[in-house]
């Protein structure tokens, strides 16, 4: 077992139930494939518990709690909205929360075949998000930043891949421009801030629903645009970009430069998966692979 991680069982939750949410405690519990930070384990069939595992704070979940069900009226595609909140105690000394199921499959394990149908829809659910966030809404941390605040990430992800087809000339270019560009001008946004093929759902052939929104921030929007070639196929970008309102060159330079780090990232935990290290995921190399393409041509 991985430092600090605690082992969660069903007998565990089932427990944790009779003692919080007793009402809760008879509908079937199954576990949920996936998760680092948080386990998921479905309750009855609307129902999922967020039980945290690696992440460190109970800061993340809180944050769901407190601005999810603000959000979720007025996005068009459903997003998991907290509806108990467990309590740490002597058996789990870690918050948890029932929240409501998002129906689909993450886009990780699924595909996008109706590629115009998912553009217009991720335009129009960030669209709805990136709206100006109240004064009280949290500020961006490691997600957020502009992409001169990352080098160090970006540099790491860089050294640690074996590239393959790609060139560091021909990332570092669409990096270096993401670089040059000013900051964010614009107000504090709802910003996702973790939009990747994992925490997205599809179900026949498009977008179905946004989940994990524990990097939820207020700030630049570039960080959710960046999804345009992370979770689109080839030419779904272009589509994305005419129809999301509030794009400037600017921001949507960062965005691509983003996109790169972040397909670096997903081809990293598939180097790791592949290499059986803990934490890795082989079948997020490909994503990674294919989102960088289409990154690296633009589309």
Same mark, same amino acid.
């Given at each position: 077992?991985?430092?600090?991680?605690?082992?969660?069982?069903?007998?565990?939750?089932?427990?944790?139930?009779?003692?919080?949410?007793?009402?809760?405690?008879?509908?079937?519990?199954?576990?949920?494939?996936?998760?680092?930070?948080?386990?998921?384990? !479905?309750?009855?069939?609307?129902?999922?518990?967020?039980?945290?595992?690696?992440?460190?704070?109970?800061?993340?979940?809180?944050?769901?709690?407190?601005?999810?069900?603000?959000?979720?009226? !007025?996005?068009?595609? /459903?997003?998991?909205?907290?509806? !108990?909140?467990?309590?740490?105690?002597?058996?789990?000394?870690?918050?948890?929360?029932?929240?409501?199921?998002?129906?689909?499959?993450?886009?990780?394990?699924?595909?996008?075949? !109706?590629?115009?149908?998912?553009?217009?829809?991720?335009?129009?659910?960030?669209?709805?998000?990136?709206?100006?966030?109240?004064?009280?809404?949290?500020?961006?941390?490691?997600?957020?930043?502009? /992409?001169?605040?990352?080098?160090?990430?970006?540099?790491?992800?860089?050294?640690?891949?074996?590239?393959?087809?790609?060139?560091?000339?021909?990332?570092?270019?669409?990096? #270096?421009?993401? =670089?040059?560009?000013?900051?964010?001008?614009?107000?504090?946004?709802?910003?996702?801030?973790?939009?990747?093929?994992?925490?997205?759902?599809?179900?026949?052939?498009?977008?179905?629903?946004?989940?994990?929104?524990?990097?939820?921030?207020?700030? #630049? /929007?570039?960080? #959710?645009?960046?999804?345009?070639?992370?979770?689109? /196929?080839?030419?779904?970008?272009?589509?994305?970009?005419?129809?999301?309102?509030?794009?400037?060159?600017?921001? =949507?330079?960062?965005?691509?430069?983003?996109?790169?780090?972040?397909?670096?990232?997903?081809?990293?935990?598939?180097?790791?998966?592949?290499?059986?290290?803990?934490?890795?995921?082989?079948?997020?190399?490909?994503?990674?692979?294919?989102?960088? #393409?289409?990154?690296?041509?633009?589309?």
């Amino acid at each position: 077992m991985i430092e600090h991680e605690i082992e969660i069982s069903e007998d565990l939750v089932r427990d944790l139930l009779r003692e919080q949410h007793p009402d809760l405690a008879e509908l079937p519990i199954r576990e949920v494939a996936g998760g680092w930070g948080n386990q998921m384990w !479905r309750l009855g069939d609307r129902l999922a518990v967020r039980m945290q595992r690696m992440d460190k704070s109970p800061g993340l979940q809180l944050k769901e709690r407190r601005w999810l069900p603000v959000l979720a009226s !007025r996005l068009p595609l /459903p997003i998991p909205t907290p509806v !108990r909140s467990g309590a740490p105690s002597e058996r789990f000394p870690k918050v948890w929360t029932v929240m409501t199921w998002v129906e689909g499959t993450p886009l990780d394990h699924g595909s996008i075949t !109706r590629g115009d149908h998912a553009a217009d829809m991720l335009a129009a659910f960030l669209g709805a998000l990136h709206t100006e966030a109240p004064i009280d809404a949290p500020d961006a941390s490691d997600f957020g930043a502009h /992409p001169k605040d990352c080098a160090n990430v970006f540099e790491d992800f860089l050294r640690a891949l074996d590239l393959g087809r790609f060139t560091e000339e021909e990332i570092r270019a669409v990096w #270096d421009d993401a =670089v040059a560009t000013p900051e964010w001008e614009g107000p504090r946004v709802w910003v996702h801030g973790d939009l990747h093929p994992a925490n997205v759902v599809v179900a026949d052939g498009t977008l179905a629903g946004i989940v994990d929104f524990g990097a939820l921030f207020a700030g #630049d /929007p570039a960080w #959710d645009l960046s999804a345009a070639w992370l979770l689109l /196929p080839a030419g779904g970008a272009l589509r994305f970009f005419d129809g999301y309102p509030h794009a400037d060159e600017a921001t =949507v330079r960062r965005a691509r430069g983003l996109a790169a780090m972040k397909c670096l990232f997903l081809m990293l935990m598939g180097q790791n998966g592949d290499r059986g290290l803990p934490g890795g995921k082989s079948n997020w190399g490909p994503a990674g692979r294919s989102a960088l #393409d289409r990154v690296l041509k633009g589309l």
